[in-house]
T-cell receptor, first 111, second 112 residues
């Protein structure tokens, strides 16, 4: 059975801090790993990672995948209150785009 | 482009009642998915479809049915609602395999 585990489950920081969210996976036929941000409603897409060691960046957010260690991290620098959300990691491991999601990390950023 | 739309936004059902959650996308995507998200948990795949007329089970299909008669619509049917089906349901779509999935706003369902 495919498994995706995220850590920590929750994190409380102050504005300006840097955070690192972790995602480890055990799947057969890995195809890609995705990060989503979920605020109140539907998740919104952040990154898709398919190759090891290539960092994806978008503003203060960045992510990297290690396919040998079956691990990905999501970094957020200079956090803002607007970064408060649940961050979901998902792995695509079949030919039909099916995603297995982790349980999410709840990030709270205080002013 | 409305993207992925879901109706209703919220519904309360009594045990044993039936209902259909509607999902429509206007992006001409081939792939569509239904997920449920329980409190504090990640999303779990219920059913998915790779095109009109083709559906398959996901991780947690029991108690649900789907159909895909058109590219745009992918309704999810609950036949005999149970309290364990209390959850938030998300529909998603993507154009092809390996492409980003776009999510609808979700339907919150409470079964009492």
């Amino acid at each position: 059975e495919d498994k995706v585990v995220q850590s920590p489950l929750s994190l409380v920081v102050h504005e300006g801090d840097t955070v690192t969210l972790n995602c480890s996976y055990e799947v057969t036929n890995f195809r890609s790993l995705l990060w989503y941000k979920q605020e109140k409603k539907a998740p919104t897409f952040l990154f898709m990672l398919t190759s090891s060691g290539i960092e994806k960046k978008s503003g203060r957010l960045s992510s990297i995948l290690d396919k040998k260690e079956l691990f990905s991290i999501l970094n957020i620098t200079a956090t803002q209150t607007g970064d408060s959300a649940v961050y979901l990691c998902a792995v695509e491991a079949t030919s039909y785009g099916k995603l297995t999601f982790g349980q999410g990390t709840i990030l709270t950023v205080h002013p | 482009n409305a993207g992925v739309t879901q109706t209703p936004k919220f519904r309360i059902l009594k045990i044993g009642q039936s209902m259909t959650l509607q999902c429509t996308q206007d992006m001409n995507h081939n792939y569509m998915y239904w997920y449920r998200q329980d409190p504090g948990m990640g999303l779990k795949l219920i059913y998915y479809s790779v095109g009109a007329g083709i559906t398959d089970k996901g991780e947690v299909p029991n108690g649900y049915n789907v159909s895909r008669s058109t590219t745009e619509d992918f309704p999810l049917r609950l036949e005999l609602a149970a309290p364990s089906q209390t959850s938030v349901y998300f529909c998603a779509s993507s154009y092809r395999d390996k492409e980003t999935q776009y999510f609808g706003p979700g339907t919150r369902l409470l079964v009492l």
